[in-house]
């Protein structure tokens, strides 16, 4: 959200410099608005809207992640939630307190997991903790499933990393002495805050925004857009690919803790499909390679429901009056969502940043070149691919 | 026409060194029953140009496509710089120094020319994980010499201007040349060009072929060039192999191959059309499906 041109905009050698300062200016103005945005939400805000401003840094977490995961490589990972369950449960078990952990009899905890208390600690380090761990171990889960998984391309690799979610699922349902089943955890102590979430949500917009911009992200979106050219320019995609699932896990794991320490239990059907497909519409509605239009996916995706809520209590409009329509709220988005992708099939902000328009400088430098139409387009030309199907979708 | 180009076929055409660079020893490739590529062998020599040719399908893509590790060649071996590579996966060999374009344009659709091109030349020389995450200096000093040699490599294919369009909106023949552009952003050795001027008028095949020309001098490279135009062949290079059903059927100078007999039947062989029988200096090899 804080990006200023498109990621394909070139920059000249000179104007980079006064570019960066620009940048600088408005990452600064952005912070700020969003501190004066958090200190009117603490001040002003009801618990209950407090929450829900909180779950959207939440949700725009996980959102994030997907897109630097699935949207920059264009491997469609149905697995993220996932990883959201490893970070929450990791960060409940460390912070809730050791007479809670024996009083919900969970016998397979190691014995310094059961004793561990953080409870002493200051609460924003033993969140801190709890999150770093909760994104650690699921980098790691993701490293190790993700080493054979990123090999496949297309409906494979979706299906494979939703075998991956089916398998966290069950583990979460049948490893009673850690996750206590499908009853989850409670007694997680209630430590995550507008700030912290926010923070986290400026770390992880930061860290994917710089990988973007580097040859990191330019090769992940060359291997999306075009696999064979970007193994033919040396594109170890396998590596790339993993890099953006390690990193996506770390920040989703983050989210999971934080998630918890939020609403203060931990079940497992909170990590299943329903929480898949609404991340996966968030980004989708956003635009599949854009930072920013994941972070308004995730914003619209969490408030909409909310303020849907009121029609469909029903609503006196002078004249009009409506009764109670329950489901209606979810029939309005879900319409909403066919209408943008009917008419916006690329999402909102497709691959591009919101920062140019906010500069008023749309899409610098993407000018056609004189006497070049768009009309004059070529198709490429027709013809029998070289390359042999069964080498196209691996990629090792 | 004709006469000037048979005068400047000898003088222009650039000498090699004569170190072998790439070989190849008892190359094939089958597709189920089909023998794509058999017995084919090369001493690909240090700064010489190479011209592949011989009618459609008679697998000089595949003899690419084994060289540069999209296919695993079925049987034989290829050295370059006196490392194995068959069977390494294309981004080492890319690594190692072969870069390539193909017969099918295949550009980074959503990215800009200079994108294109700087994710290329990224490859070799980009900034690390933690140097890109903490924007630390020498990332930035990365970059900017990425971009710079980037765009010197647009510029020596005349794209410089063109550096902020996006990639699809350039007409087919640019894209051809971005296409060699972002080749040459790997830093190679050796270019392998599948059918450069396909879809190029008389003209436009002129022009590439002396861009060809300077390029391989502006960077020292060691160039094989598979084309069906016989003007950009015959100008270009020193040494010409034909292939034909997988085999090489004749191996000479540009004036030895115009005078096989084999590959006079070749030729035939794969067209009725009586033009097509002799691959001639002046006239443009247009009845082969170029497109493919
Ligand atoms: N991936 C593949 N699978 C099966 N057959 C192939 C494949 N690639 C090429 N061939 C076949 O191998 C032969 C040589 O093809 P190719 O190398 O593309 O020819 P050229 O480039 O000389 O026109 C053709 O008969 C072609 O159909
Ligand atoms: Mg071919």
Known sequence: MVTLDHAGSPRGMARSRSRGVQRLAVAVAALALLGLFLAYAEASLNGYRQQLVTLVAINAIIAVSLTLTSGFTGVFSLGQIGFLAIGAYTGALLTIAPQWKSEMFLPGLPEWLATLDLSAWPEQAALLVACVAGGGLAALVAALVGAPLMRLSGHYVAVATMGFLIIVQAVAINWEGVTRGARGLSQIPGLTGLWVAYAWVVVTVYAVWRLRASSFGRAMIASRENLIAARAIGVDVLRKRLLAFVVGAFFTGVAGSLLVHQIGTAAPSAFYFTTTFNVIIMVVLGGMGSISGAVVGATILTLAPEYLRDVEDGMDLGPLSFGAHYGLAQIILAVGFILVMIFRPQGLFGDREVGPALLGRFRPGRRRPAGLSPDATPTLAPGVDEIPADDRSRTG | ?292
């Open chain 2, 1 to 292: 026409m004709s006469s000037g180009l048979i005068a400047e076929t000898t003088e222009g055409r650039p000498a090699s060194t004569g170190e072998p660079i790439l070989r190849a020893a008892g190359v094939g490739r089958a597709f189920r029953g089909l023998q794509a590529l058999a017995d084919y062998d090369l001493d690909l020599r240090q700064g010489e140009i190479l011209g592949v040719i011989g009618p459609n399908g008679a697998g000089k893509s595949t003899l690419f496509n084994v060289i540069t590790g999209f296919l695993r060649p079925t049987s034989g071996r290829i050295v370059f710089h006196g490392r194995e590579i068959a069977g390494l996966p294309p981004d080492k060999i890319t690594a190692l120094g072969i870069a390539r374009t193909f017969q099918n344009i295949r550009l980074f659709a959503g990215m800009s020319v200079l994108d294109n091109v700087r994710t290329a030349q990224g490859m070799r020389g980009g900034a690390g994980f933690w140097e890109t995450i903490f924007s630390a200096p020498s990332f930035l000093r990365k970059e900017r010499a990425i971009e710079e040699r980037a765009l010197e490599h647009l510029a020596a294919l005349g794209l410089a201007d063109l550096h902020g369009v996006p990639a699809t909106s350039l007409p087919y023949g640019l894209q051809r040349k971005l296409e060699i552009a972002r080749a040459l952003a790997t830093e190679p050795s050796v270019l392998l060009l599948d059918e450069p001027a396909a879809g190029m008028n008389a003209q436009e095949t002129a022009d590439l072929t002396q861009l060809i020309r300077d390029l391989h001098a502006r960077f020292g490279l060691t160039v094989v060039v598979v084309e069906h135009d016989m003007s950009l062949i015959m100008r270009l290079c020193e040494r010409i192999q034909v292939l034909n059903y997988g085999r090489v059927i004749a191996s000479g100078t540009p004036a030895e191959i115009r005078a096989d007999p084999k590959v006079i039947e070749a030729y035939l062989g794969a067209d009725e059309t009586p033009d097509m029988a002799l691959p001639t200096v002046d006239g443009r090899q247009q009845t082969h499906e170029e497109s493919m």
